[in-house]
C-alpha cells in the first residue's frame, strides 16, 4: 500500500492511524501541500485533494472510500465493532463534513496560521491561502470568533459521548473516531499555541491521547518515481 499525503495533513492523519490501528505496514510519497503537484495529477485523473491511496496500479480518493477499502482487505480489528454501521458511518460524514472545516477555521486564525506557517518557505505560504480559498470553491474561511464558538460546541458534544465510554460509541473505536480525531489532532499537535480551546473538555483530550497511542504502524518513504513505476 503506498499513501500519497503530506505530514501535516489531518485527512492523511485519519489513514495513518488506521494502519497503525490494524497493524498495516505501508510506504508513503511525500507530496506537495498546494497546487501543482505534478506526480499525482496523472495518478488520480486530476484529483488533487490529500491522501491519496495506491495499490499497484489501483488509485483510491476520498478518505471514506480509502476506510472501507482497507476494511475490505484488512477486517481485523474492525472499524465498526459492535456499533450499528449506520450510526458509525453517520457521525463519521458529521466529523468529516460539518466538524472538520470549523475546527480548521479555528486552527487556522492568526495565531496558528503563524505557528503552523513558521517554518515554511516563503513561497509556500504566499500560495497557501489562495490554494485553499480555490478548493473551497472561492468560498471564505468561516470568521475565527465564530467559528471558536462552534468549535467549542461540537468538543463539548464529543465530550458527552465520552462519558460513559474510552471511544465515541463504546469501549473499542471504531471509524467516528478516527473520523473525529484527525481534528483535534490538527489542534493539539500541530496548533499548541492554542489548544487551550481542549481544556474544557478533558475526556475529549485524554480520548485523543488513547488514540494517537495506535500509532503509524511500519511504514517507509519511497519516491514518486518509484510509485508511479510501480503503478504502470
Known sequence: MILHHYPTSPFAEKIRL????????????HIPMVMPKPDLIPL?????????LQIGADIYCDTAL??????HISPTPS???????????SLAQWADTLLFPV????????KGAQHVMAGMPEDLVKAFAPDRQAMRGGAARMPAADATAMYKSHLRRISSMLEDHLFLLGDTPCLADFSVYHSVWFTYAKVPV???ILDATPLV???????????????ETITAA??????K
Open 103 to 110: 475546527a480548521m477555521a479555528y486552527n487556522f486564525q492568526p
Open 79 to 89: 472499524l465498526y465493532n459492535a456499533a450499528p454501521k449506520g450510526l458509525v458511518r
Open 18 to 29: 488506521i494502519f497503525g490501528y490494524k497493524n498495516i505496514a505501508w510506504q508513503g510519497v
Open 205 to 219: 483530550r485524554a480520548w485523543a491521547t488513547r488514540m494517537a497511542e495506535f500509532g503509524h504502524a511500519e511504514h
Open 66 to 71: 480509502i476506510c472501507d477499502v482497507l476494511e
Open 44 to 52: 488520480t485523473g486530476g484529483y488533487r485533494k490529500t491522501p491519496v
Open 226 to 231: 518509484k510509485a508511479i513505476d510501480i503503478a
Open 194 to 196: 492554542i489548544d487551550s
